[in-house]
């Protein structure tokens, strides 16, 4: 019966936490601008997340180690502080942004200017962290997330084409605007596949204990989980396709992605939106900067864990403070959240083999896993979907750049 | 004495063994810098081609331009249904007014 409840609680909170303000804003573009066409890109980068999340939750609950201690203790620490630097700056990138859904929320919310929300909301953030215990967060905020099932619900009363929904499961090439129908493929790959919930996850399974009868329940949320949570992503395209794309809207600024729900829900179809994005960009808020400093303490061997009280790991409480500073920097400084929302997915796409392929190499070491190593279709899954992720963006970014 | 000298007993082996090193080093770096070279001019046209006319330009600036007349009408509609708070409408008008004119100008 606790084995039960602990796969519920699991899959609920993977799908509560599955969309984020990167998955949102890139489904709804790709929606708004291409319909249906781009279901495959959400499919691919919901499979990858799967498998690697599957693959992290093993490693943790089989060789009681995290990615990121593994990794050093295999490679050394000069191959390993490659990695970590391109995942630290990508993952900031990715932090602002998701701090800017939560003041662009607060924003749509009050008609209060982004850039004053911006501090209020780090430091809510930052409280949280501070305060709570690592349960809190991930339960908690996750099931909060359970709001973003509205996009369902919204997306089934538009009536989509349910033929040509299925017909975009399949990779097609484009019919007109290439260089931004590869960018916009790229970003929701790259938000999809998020490195930092591999490395949040795998440290939350060591924070919790988990050994080799957590591998039944770490598969199935893993695969049931993170597909519903694909689910989700694949409805917002289907409302961008059914609500925006007719009308010749494209999702250029946030306030045209709170048009959403509004044909389908009417009066509650705003508010929804605007608690959607609020709660998801929270809850993501939180992961990522832990995520951040679990990458840091774990890699220089500090004393880390968001169950121990701040003066029991104080550089690594130290550091969630100041990457939280860090990322309110970057969004004071005036970047359109929109945007960097955009080029950081891109470019998680881009550095995706700079984690995955470490990963791989340790999923196949007896040493850590013992029996439980890769089979060849999880390692040909990532391998592929990385490495096609990461050559699509190094083309597209730059074109889409020289194209303005 | 160092303990390659075992091997390379003369100072003059010693010299091209370091010679032969280096060579092989400096034909690496060549063959490097052809492959980056090719793949740079075969990308030329690629990225020749994302580089926009002023025919695409303007007609990008024409779907801005619908885009944000749409978003105006959707939210207009939607405001006359009470469906909306006063505040985001007025922000969004602001915001494609801005929208628009800039495209305009473009």
């Known amino acids: 019966m606790k084995k039960i409840f602990e796969i519920t609680l699991g899959i609920v909170t993977s799908v509560g936490g599955f969309l984020e303000i990167g998955s949102i804003a890139t489904a709804a573009q790709a929606g708004a601008a291409f319909r249906y066409q781009l279901i495959w890109s959400v499919v691919l980068g919901t499979i990858c997340i799967a498998f690697l999340v599957e693959m992290s939750g093993r490693f943790a609950a089989m060789s009681k180690h995290t990615l990121v201690d593994a990794m050093r203790e295999r490679f050394g620490a000069s191959f390993f502080s490659v990695p970590l630097i391109v995942m630290f700056l990508v993952s900031l990138l990715v932090l602002a942004a998701e701090l800017g859904g939560l003041a662009v929320a607060l924003e749509l919310a009050t008609g209060i200017s982004l850039r004053a929300w911006a501090v209020p909301a780090a430091i809510v953030a930052w409280l949280l962290l501070w305060v709570t215990n690592f349960s809190v967060i991930e339960n908690g905020v996750s099931l909060l997330g359970l709001v973003t099932i509205a996009f369902v619900v919204g997306a089934v009363k538009m009536h989509p084409d349910y033929h040509a929904a299925l017909a975009g499961v399949l990779p097609s090439m484009p019919h007109k605007d290439a260089t931004s129908y590869w960018f916009i493929a790229v970003s929701v790959i790259g938000a999809s596949i998020s490195p930092y919930l591999v490395y949040f996850y795998s440290s939350g399974a060591i924070e919790e204990k988990w050994d080799r009868s957590y591998l039944a329940t770490n598969r199935a949320v893993a695969a049931l989980g993170m597909g519903f949570g694909g689910f989700l992503s694949v409805s917002v395209v289907v409302l961008a396709a059914r609500v925006l794309a007719p009308r010749g809207i494209r999702v250029d600024h946030y306030d045209q992605l709170a048009l959403l729900l509004l044909p389908p829900l009417g009066r509650w179809g705003f508010w929804l939106v605007v608690v959607s994005l609020g709660v998801a960009c929270l809850g993501a808020t939180l992961e990522v900067v832990l995520s951040l400093a679990y990458q840091v303490a774990q890699g220089l061997g500090w004393n880390w864990g968001e169950n121990l009280a701040p003066a029991d790991d104080a550089r690594f409480s130290g550091l969630y403070s100041l990457v939280i500073v860090l990322a309110v920097a970057i969004l004071i400084a005036g970047v359109d959240p929109l945007k960097l929302t955009m080029f950081s997915m891109a470019l998680t796409a881009a550095a995706l083999p700079f984690g995955t392929f470490p990963l791989l190499v340790l999923m196949n070491d007896e040493a850590y896993l013992g029996e439980h190593t890769n089979g060849y279709i999880g390692n040909a899954v990532v391998l592929f979907v990385s490495a096609m992720a990461a050559v699509l963006a190094i083309v597209a970014i730059p074109l889409q750049i020289l194209g303005g | ?106």
Do not use: N, Y
């Not at chain 2, 075992?6 to 280096?22: K, L, N």
């Not at chain 2, 978003?71 to 007014?97: G, K, N, W, Y």
């Open chain 2, 1 to 106: 004495m160092r303990e390659t000298s075992r091997h390379i007993s003369t100072p003059f082996a010693e010299d091209r063994g370091r010679r032969a090193c280096r060579a092989a080093r400096f034909r690496r770096c060549q063959t490097v810098f052809r492959t980056l070279r090719r793949v740079c001019v075969a990308s030329v046209p690629l990225f020749a081609a994302a580089c926009k006319s002023d025919q695409q330009k303007a007609a990008e600036s024409r779907q801005s331009i619908q885009s944000w007349q749409s978003t105006m009408r959707m939210v207009d509609s939607a405001a006359a249904r009470h469906e909306l708070p006063a505040r985001f409408v007025a922000r969004v008008r602001a915001t494609a007014h801005e929208e628009i004119e800039k495209a305009s100008k473009q």
